[in-house]
T-cell receptor, first 111, second 124 residues
Framework: DSGVTQTPKHLITATGQRVTLRCSPRSGDLSVYWYQQSLDQGLQFLIQYYNGEERAKGNILERFSAQQFPDLHSELNLSSLELGDSALYFC??????????FGSGTRLTVV | SQKIEQNSEALNIQEGKTATLTCNYTNYSPAYLQWYRQDPGRGPVFLLLIRENEKEKRKERLKVTFDTTLKQSLFHITASQPADSATYLCALRGPLCSRHKQASGAGTASKLTFGTGTRLQVTL
């Protein structure tokens, strides 16, 4: 157990639907990062939150949004899902500076 | 544009040998570089961090070098074992080279950008 908890582990949904992925960072870490990893692609940075505020944005689609709550857990919302959104979605947290601790990921399958 | 390049071809080596993986980057001036291990279907696991003013870092059978002139890091696993078989990712964190900072906007320097990884296969 890395200390970063992601739920659910697997998600199968239809095109056009909306899903919410949840992440609880490691205790004491204020930063949360979301990454997407498709089958043939590397880890793509989506968005970072630090202590409740958006800190950095990557190539995140407008259909995707995220937030970090006062208890520091974060949610990634994916809407109007397309087949191409099928991927592993990872959340990571870190002290600053330092290595990232990743969760075990949510495998999203859009059918 | 900014690039982090790792050999996309799998590296196959025999148990007991030293595995050497390469990470090259362009248009970065990283404060530090990190290496991660990723097993299929699982999240990356942090291995080592090396700062720009450090030439070499060691941890057990792992050794990382960082040459900011060549813009390259080498990752070595000595006395490799089949259990070392995995994909190894290098990752960079800002700052970007100055002429890229303005284009990227505020906040992007704090993110970690990953290479696509090199798959290592250690055989008996």
């Amino acid at each position: 157990d890395s200390g970063v908890t992601q739920t659910p582990k697997h998600l199968i949904t239809a095109t056009g639907q909306r899903v919410t992925l949840r992440c609880s960072p490691r205790s004491g870490d204020l930063s949360v990062y979301w990454y997407q990893q498709s089958l043939d692609q590397g880890l793509q940075f989506l968005i970072q939150y630090y202590n409740g505020e958006e800190r950095a944005k990557g190539n995140i689609l407008e259909r995707f949004s995220a937030q970090q709550f006062p208890d520091l857990h974060s949610e990634l919302n994916l809407s109007s899902l397309e087949l191409g959104d099928s991927a592993l979605y990872f959340c990571a947290s870190s002290p600053s500076p330092g290595g990232y601790t990743f969760g075990s990921g949510t495998r999203l399958t859009v059918v | 544009s900014q690039k982090i390049e790792q050999n996309s071809e799998a590296l196959n080596i025999q148990e007991g040998k030293t595995a050497t993986l390469t990470c090259n980057y362009t248009n970065y001036s990283p404060a530090y570089l990190q290496w991660y291990r990723q097993d299929p279907g699982r999240g990356p696991v942090f291995l080592l961090l090396i700062r720009e003013n450090e030439k070499e870092k060691r941890k057990e059978r792992l050794k990382v070098t960082f040459d900011t002139t060549l813009k390259q890091s080498l990752f070595h696993i000595t006395a490799s074992q089949p259990a070392d078989s995995a994909t190894y990712l290098c990752a960079l964190r800002g700052p970007l080279c100055s002429r890229h900072k303005q284009a990227s906007g505020a906040g992007t320097a704090s993110k970690l950008t990953f290479g696509t990884g090199t798959r290592l296969q250690v055989t008996l």
